[in-house]
Structures are given as C-alpha cells and as structure tokens.
C-alpha cells in the first residue's frame, strides 16, 4: 500500500518551455506533498510542501514563480517548471507523507533541458 | 536546506565485509532514517528509529542513534554486491524530511 505514481519518469524539453511533472497517490490520501531536487551525485534537496487545497511553502533560494506547485486534490500533486533551462536539468522526486515517520516516495522524474 | 553531513562520502568494500556509514545532523528531531538508492532511481526506505531509541536492527541493518552528539550509523553486515547504492540519511523534524549528503557504497565481488 502507499503507493506514489510518478510521470513521466524521463523527460526531455528544450530552453524556454514549461514542463509538468505529476505524483498520484494511488491508494490512499496524501494530505501533504514533497518535492525534491536531486542534482548528480548529490542529496535531494527539499524544493517545497504542499498541503492539498492551500498554497506551497517553499524552501528558502527556490523560486516559486519559476517552480509552480498544485495540489488541487488529496490524490494528486504536480509540479510546473516554468520557462525552463538547462540549469533546471534534475532529477525531481516527491514524496508523500503518509503517517508519522512514514513517507513514500514516486520514482523520480529525469528532468533534461537542452 | 540540508541537515548535515555523512561520512565517508564514497566507501569501497569487498563482499562480505561489514560497511558502516555516519550521519551528523544539527537539529532536534522525531526520528531519524535511512534509505537506499540505485543510480538514477527513486528511493527505497531501510529503516527508522526514534528519537527515545538507540539502537535497531532489521536483517542485515544495524542503526544507532545518539541524540546527544547528534549523530546515527549505519552498519551493513556481510555486504553483498547488490548492497552497492547511495544510502543517505534523513531527519524527521517539524513534518518534513531532510537528507544528508549521502554514502556512495561500492561493493566489489
């Protein structure tokens, strides 16, 4: 159970567009939603949290005009990056909370910007 | 943001010896995990202890915590090739995870 879907797994975009990575909780509801960025070789950095039906909070140094974060419904949260560049080429994970000290996280999203 | 730091950062083993990883954080916390990762793959959570807890075992997983020195291990005993990932650590606090730098663990057949 607690299963996270996360899509797409791969994408590749080019300089100036706008990309949309979504997480579904699958079999339970996921009141409070993650994002992560992990760049090579590196930890994930918490990006945001969103909680469904209010705004994301977001972590200090990440833009939240340029990384735009909905979480319209208890079983989806998706993540815009908006006008994006190479700089943004990441691999970008969520997670959802799921009970105390339980969180489940998607498969992660390699992001590509050329 | 970023709790704090592991070490070492990369760990070279050979199979069947015992790979022990550090983790230093710098706030209090609820608990404290571990989890794996394969290059380029999603996470896979290892365990989690509390912070009333000192030691935990699962399998072949052997986790201490010291709240005072703010501090956790990792110990893996018997290390097996398919063990060779990234293990990082995370610190529960506040309702939201923060991971450590994280252990490279190479093991060699």
């Known amino acids: 159970g607690a299963v996270v879907s996360q899509h797409p797994s791969r994408v590749i975009c080019k300089s100036g567009t706008s990309v949309k990575i979504e997480c579904r909780s699958l079999d339970f509801q996921a009141t409070t939603m993650f994002w992560y960025r992990q760049f090579p070789k590196q930890s994930l950095m918490l990006m945001a949290t969103?909680?469904?039906?209010?705004?994301?909070?977001?972590e200090q140094g990440v833009e939240k005009d340029k990384f735009l974060i909905n979480h319209a419904s208890l079983t989806l949260s998706t993540l815009t990056v908006t006008s994006a560049h190479p700089e943004d080429s990441s691999f970008y994970i969520c997670?959802?909370?799921?009970?105390?000290?339980?969180?489940?996280f998607g498969s992660g999203t390699r992001l590509t910007v050329v | 943001s970023q709790q704090g730091e592991e070490d070492p950062q990369a760990l070279s083993i050979q199979e069947g010896e015992n790979a022990t990883m550090n983790c230093s954080y710098k706030?209090?916390?609820?608990?404290l995990q571990w989890y794996r990762q394969n290059s380029g793959r999603g996470l896979v959570h290892l365990i989690l202890?509390?912070?009333?807890?000192r030691e935990k075992h699962s399998g072949r997983l052997r986790v201490t915590l010291d709240t005072s020195k703010k501090s956790s291990s990792l110990l893996i005993t018997a290390s097996r090739a398919a063990d060779t990932a990234s293990y990082f650590c995370a610190t529960d606090s506040g309702g939201k995870l923060i991971f450590g730098q994280g252990t490279e663990l190479s093991v060699k057949p």
């Open positions: 706030t209090s916390i609820n608990n």
């Open positions: 202890i509390r912070s009333n807890e």
């Open positions: 997670s959802a909370w799921i009970r105390e000290g339980g969180y489940t």
């Open positions: 969103s909680n469904e039906g209010s705004k994301a909070t977001y």
